[in-house]
């Protein structure tokens, strides 16, 4: 078992930045990847970014550029740098963690608006 607990959502203006964190506990040994995904309201969840065992990134084209993934291995907290937010990133924001077996935090809220 692997429990997640994501931290950093809220509201932001346009342009503005925000970071998101997910610290995982448990059977995080069995680490593969890890993720952060979003869903917006009448949409289906989407890759935002994720970060693999060997330390490669990949990411959503909306947020190339913009978007930040990166892992404190010693904390086996996971961070998402969010830069330059568009009102099209307002999103709840799931962290996923991948062993095998797929888990996922609670989601938390990014609200971009003025």
């Known amino acids: 078992q692997v429990q997640l607990e994501e931290t950093g959502g809220g509201l932001v203006q346009p342009g503005g930045s925000l970071r998101l964190s997910c610290t995982a506990s448990?059977?995080?040994?069995?680490?593969?990847?890890m993720g952060w995904y979003r869903q917006a309201p009448g949409k289906q969840r989407e890759l935002v970014a994720i970060?693999?065992?060997?330390?490669?990134?990949n990411y959503g084209d909306s947020v190339e550029g913009r978007f930040t993934i990166s892992r404190d291995n010693g904390k086996n907290t996971m961070y998402l740098q969010m830069n330059s937010l568009r009102p099209e990133d307002t999103a709840v924001y799931y962290c996923?963690?991948?062993?095998?077996?797929?888990?996922w935090g609670q989601g938390t809220q990014v609200t971009v608006s003025s």
């Open positions: 996923n963690f991948y062993t095998g077996i797929n888990y």
């Open positions: 448990g059977n995080t040994f069995m680490f593969r990847h």
């Open positions: 970060i693999i065992d060997n330390g490669s990134t």
